[in-house]
């Protein structure tokens, strides 16, 4: 017998049987490698398409836990940003205000005085897991209350917060906000004092500045009507990079490419487009719109989405939401080719200090030929903005309190010699 015929393989096969094995299950081996590769690819697309939810129902957009997969550094510093938080969702660590009794009252006229005006008071109260602002009026005991949830918070938290509340699909502001200096209950900024007003409505043009995207459900700008469902809270990566997903879809393929064009990137936009970048919402309300909110593409100019009214002849501008056109009037603007808000501002990380600013002004300037330096010495260096860029009362957020009245306070972007 020739044993090399018939010698048996470690599991007792032939050779002949063995190699017959390898043969017959050839064909799965490679049906079961096509089906991995398939899986993988739905997989990837599942993943893309799950991004895109969290871009709420806006088509294109991908939303900001998308860019943080690849974008980690400039992401998750982003999130602790003013711009980032300037809308949430109302929760446990977003509503800003003491709840507590005792702290949650706002007294505007107390019923107890005898003038012969009805009482007004306002209770902020936390109660089945939502929080709760609730007017209540008239003389005891026949009094009438209203209460209203909060459901959006407005606001980063450095000035103060103020609240919004749904009405079915009409969206309104709520009467009480809350002050950070004091820590204290107000009026909202603009509301009669004196008066419990909850029809307030909050128009697209004011969201588009507060949040990523909240779709109307009319063209006309003065209406408060929305998809609730389609709210995408804070100023996101793609308000300023323009709609991520071809961006995504590519790289998530491993065809994407640096430059590529299927993502903004406002650092390379000429810095005119820069500027209507920022201008978009920070630029005042001295315009008419011309397109509607939410329409803006970045890179593209404002011009086509907003109309200039005549500029203001005060000598003195307010500082409030016109940060663009006080520094265009600047010398330091007008005689630099390239400076623009990104020249101190860092958009992907939290504000710095006064001192931090006042380094980028020292990249130009000689702090011993400031006319103060001879008197106050070196430590002039950390107080450039401070004499050139001064924090003022702004006459548009007011707020009238039970008699008195409140204002924020906003750092100056005309920067010169004043008085």
């Keep these: 017998m020739r044993y090399d015929k018939c010698r048996k393989g470690s599991r007792g096969r032939t050779a002949t049987e063995s190699r017959m094995v390898k043969l017959r299950y050839t064909p799965f081996f490679f049906i079961f490698c096509f089906s991995l590769l398939h899986c993988a690819k739905l997989a990837r697309q599942n993943s893309v398409q799950s991004m895109m939810t969290q871009g709420g129902l806006r088509p294109g957009y991908v939303g900001d836990k998308a860019c943080i997969r690849c974008h980690q550094t400039e992401g998750l510093s982003y999130l602790h940003t003013s711009h980032h938080l300037t809308s949430q ?3 446990k660590a977003s509503v800003l205000g003491n709840f507590l009794n005792g702290s949650n009252i706002l007294i505007i006229h107390d019923p107890a005085a005898k003038n012969g005006e009805p009482g007004l008071y306002f209770k902020m109260e936390q109660k089945d897991g939502r929080y709760y602002e609730t007017a ?81 459900l009319f063209s006309d700008p003065l209406m408060n009507a929305y998809n609730k469902d389609s709210f995408v809270p804070g100023i996101a990566c793609e308000t ?136 106050l010495g070196a430590k002039i260096r950390q107080n450039c903005t401070t004499c050139h860029m001064p924090v003022e009362p702004t006459q548009v957020i007011v707020s009238k309190t039970a008699g008195k009245e409140i204002r924020a306070m906003m750092r100056n972007h005309w920067i010169k010699i004043y008085p």
């Design 89 to 91: 969702w109302a929760d």
């Design 136 to 216: 209540v009026t008239g003389w005891p005991p026949d009094l009438e209350r209203r209460s209203e949830p909060i459901d959006i918070v407005i606001g980063s938290g450095v000035r103060g917060l103020t609240y919004l509340y749904w009405d079915e699909d009409r969206l309104y502001e709520l009467p009480v906000s809350y002050w950070k200096a004091g820590h204290r209950w107000i009026n909202s900024p603009g509301y009669e004092d004196g008066t419990a007003n909850f029809s307030r409505p909050v128009t697209p043009r004011c969201m588009e500045c507060h949040a990523a995207y909240l779709q109307p």
């Design 240 to 375: 300023c990079h323009g709609p991520g997903q071809k961006h995504l879809s590519k790289q998530m393929a491993g065809l994407g490419a640096k430059g590529d064009g299927t993502i903004l990137n406002p650092a390379e936009f000429p810095r005119e487009r820069q500027m209507d970048l920022c201008a978009l919402c920070h630029n005042g309300v001295q315009r008419e719109e011309i397109a509607p909110a939410f329409s803006y593409v970045p890179g593209e100019p404002l011009s086509q989405y907003f109309r200039p009214l005549p500029a203001s002849s005060e000598e003195h501008p307010d500082v409030h939401g016109d940060q663009i056109g006080l520094l265009e009037k600047s010398r330091c603007y007008r005689e630099s080719k390239t400076m623009t808000c990104s020249t101190c501002h860092d958009v992907h990380a939290p504000e710095k200090t006064a001192a931090f600013y006042s380094q980028r002004c020292l990249q130009c300037h000689a702090w011993q030929s400031c006319g103060k330096a001879k008197v």
